[in-house]
C-alpha cells in the first residue's frame, strides 16, 4: 500500500473529517483484539492486575452436558465452575465480560467503549476493583441478569429442544421468561425466543440467547437484545480470592 493510500484510510479512521464506516470499523477491530488478549490471559490464569489468587488448582467436581435426551433432563446446577466470555449487544452495540465463577464467587472483567473495569460476585452483591481491593457497587450492566446459568437451565428445562449439528437449540414464550425474571410484559405479542446451545466431546461450549422479542415486550417498543457466552475449563478453574475492603 502506498504512503498516500495508508494517510488517507488512517484518515478516513481516526481524523478530524473522519468516515464514520471506516471508524466504526477500525474500532471494532480494536475491541476485538482486546477480547482476544484477554481471553489468552484469563485462559493461562494471568490477572493482569494486583489481587492474589491460590493456586490450590483442585477443582469442583462438574457434570458435562451432553446432547441427547438423557442429560437434558438432568440439567447441571451451580456446583461447577467456569472461566467465561459474554457478549451482550444490545441495540447493535457489544459490550463484553470476561471473567470465571466458581459457585457464588466470580469475578471478570468488563469492556465498554475500550475501557477495562474489574468487578467480583460474591452472594449476589457485586464489587468493583479499586487501588488492589475490591468495593460494594452496583451491576455493571443490566443485562448479566439473563446471564445467569442456573436460571437458563431451569427456563429450558421442560422445554423440547430442536437438535442441530452442533448442539441443542430451544423454544421459550415472553411469558416463561418474564415468569423467571420477575419482569412484567408491556406488551405479549405472542412470539417466542431462542436458547441455543453447542458443544463439543459431549461438553458445553456455548450459549447464544436472542432475547429480542422479550425484551420489546418489556419495554413496549421493537428492541434487539443477543447474548453470546463461551465457556473453557469447566470444572478446572483454578480457586481465586476476592480482597475486600
Known amino acids: 500500500m502506498?504512503?498516500?493510500?495508508?494517510?488517507?484510510r488512517w484518515k478516513k479512521c481516526f481524523g478530524k473529517e473522519k468516515d464514520t464506516r471506516y471508524h466504526s470499523f477500525a474500532m471494532a477491530m480494536i475491541y476485538t483484539i482486546f477480547?482476544?488478549?484477554?481471553?489468552?490471559?484469563?485462559?493461562?490464569?494471568?490477572t493482569g492486575n494486583s489481587e492474589s489468587f491460590e493456586n490450590t488448582n483442585i477443582?469442583?467436581?462438574?457434570?458435562?452436558?451432553?446432547p441427547n435426551e438423557e442429560t437434558t433432563e438432568e440439567l447441571p446446577q451451580n456446583d461447577f465452575n467456569y472461566s467465561y466470555s459474554y457478549t451482550i449487544t444490545y441495540q447493535g452495540v457489544n459490550e463484553f465480560f470476561l471473567g470465571k465463577k466458581i459457585d457464588e464467587k466470580e469475578k471478570f472483567t468488563q469492556i465498554?467503549?475500550?475501557?477495562?473495569?474489574d468487578y467480583a460476585v460474591l452472594n449476589g452483591n457485586y464489587f468493583i476493583l479499586e487501588n488492589g481491593v475490591y468495593h460494594l457497587s452496583e451491576?455493571?450492566?443490566r443485562f448479566l441478569k439473563y446471564c445467569d446459568t442456573d436460571i437458563i437451565f431451569q427456563l429450558i428445562e421442560n422445554?423440547?429442544?430442536a437438535e442441530t449439528e452442533t448442539g441443542l437449540k430451544y423454544t421459550?414464550?415472553?411469558s416463561e421468561i418474564g415468569s423467571f425474571f420477575a419482569e412484567e410484559l408491556s406488551i405479549d405479542n405472542g412470539l417466542t425466543n431462542i436458547v441455543s446451545m453447542t458443544f463439543a466431546?459431549?461438553?458445553?461450549k456455548t450459549i447464544d440467547l436472542d432475547f429480542s422479542n422479550y425484551y420489546s415486550s418489556v419495554q413496549g417498543s421493537n428492541l434487539s437484545l443477543i447474548i453470546h457466552m463461551e465457556f473453557v475449563d469447566i470444572g478446572t478453574t483454578e480457586n481465586f480470592e476476592i480482597p475486600l475492603e
Do not use: A
Not at 2 to 8: D, I, N, R
Not at 35 to 46: H, K, P
Not at 201 to 204: G, M, P, T
Open 2 to 8: 502506498k504512503k498516500e493510500e495508508f494517510l488517507e
Open 35 to 46: 477480547l482476544v488478549i484477554l481471553i489468552l490471559i484469563i485462559r493461562f490464569g494471568e
Open 59 to 66: 477443582p469442583t467436581p462438574t457434570p458435562s452436558i451432553t
Open 112 to 117: 465498554k467503549d475500550g475501557i477495562m473495569t
Open 139 to 141: 451491576k455493571p450492566n
Open 159 to 161: 422445554q423440547i429442544p
Open 172 to 174: 421459550v414464550t415472553n
Open 201 to 204: 466431546n459431549q461438553v458445553l
